[in-house]
């Protein structure tokens, strides 16, 4: 892991006192869609994690009909800050009526979320062996731990190319990617501490499956005709080149890794790195 900046000691930053366990404080919410939104909250003076891992983050629930008792309502979500970053970033779906989103969806910045620090995951470098060119595959909100990776210096470090495909069903929803990206471009921060221009590396694959833009269709289609490794200029995947990680949803997720098994890529993880990582979205 590489560590950027040392992590500001925000028990001695004024906040308020946290009501909650484990409690961190809202700085920043943006909407995107009526389904998508992102934010930001304070980070625990303490917590170390690894680009791409995620946490158990939420909110108490309604109290007990009979007792009255509270309990915490938690979700696993991809933390989609990099691991140098002051601030913890989220980026999540909206569903009316799950448990903890149809709250979440209305915090404001000053609120309190609880966070339990204890990062895990699999969607991290350790996880892979050295290789030219890395990709990303997600769907939907499972762009959030390579928002954390696509800030990561370790990301250009170990690759030649890194590139990221995001299917989503509407145009709106790849909103938060693409604004991460090229926000990339003149991020003083980035730019100067990782190499001026390091974000030619990336190459982005948006695509859209129920709403028109300009690549229509699954990635997984895409790429079986061909037409997303002709548009993007590289051979198809292969094992001593190619390294990929895999955030989507399961029929995504387990469509991928077949295709990756053909290819003659091998499933890694921490404790044995390999050609490629999977990792679900977590959904309400
Ligand atoms: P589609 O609209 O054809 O189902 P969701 O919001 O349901 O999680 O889906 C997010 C995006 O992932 C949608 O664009 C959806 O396409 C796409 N998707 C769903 N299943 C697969 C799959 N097996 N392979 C590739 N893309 C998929």
Redesign the pocket.
């Known amino acids: 892991m590489t560590e950027m900046t040392p992590v500001t000691d925000t028990a001695t930053a004024p906040k308020a006192v946290p009501a909650l366990p484990d409690a961190q404080t809202v700085t920043e919410v943006k909407h995107y869609t009526d389904r998508l939104f992102s934010f930001r909250c304070t980070r625990p003076a303490s917590m170390r994690f690894r680009s791409g891992e995620f946490v158990m983050i939420g909110l108490m629930g309604d109290p007990h009909p009979e007792t009255g008792k509270v309990k915490p309502l938690l979700r696993a979500y991809s933390i989609a800050s990099p691991s140098w970053d002051e601030e913890l970033e989220f980026y999540s779906i909206k569903v009316q009526d799950g448990p903890l989103t149809s709250k979440l969806q209305h915090i404001k910045v000053g609120d309190e979320i609880i966070l339990r620090p204890k990062p895990v995951g699999t969607l991290v470098h350790d996880a892979l062996l050295p290789g030219k060119r890395i990709w990303f595959f997600a769907?939907?909100t499972g762009f959030a731990p390579f928002a954390s990776l696509l800030r990561e210096p370790q990301t250009y470090e170990d690759y030649d190319e890194v590139i990221i495909t995001h299917?989503?069903?509407e145009a709106g929803e790849l909103t938060y990617g693409r604004d991460l990206i090229e926000a990339l471009k003149t991020d003083e921060l980035l730019n100067e501490v990782i190499g001026e221009g390091f974000w030619k590396k990336i190459k982005y694959y948006p695509t859209?499956?129920?709403e028109e833009s300009p690549k229509m269709g699954?990635?997984?289609d895409l790429m079986k005709t061909g037409e997303a490794f002709k548009d993007l200029g590289v051979p198809p995947l292969n094992p001593e080149s190619d390294r990929a990680m895999i955030c989507?949803?399961m029929?995504?997720n387990l469509?991928l890794k077949d295709m990756f098994e053909e290819y003659g890529l091998v499933e890694g993880a921490n404790s044995n790195p390999q050609h490629y990582v999977v990792e679900k979205a977590f959904l309400d």
């Open positions: 769907t939907g299917t989503c069903r859209t499956t129920r699954r990635i997984t989507g949803n029929a995504f469509e």
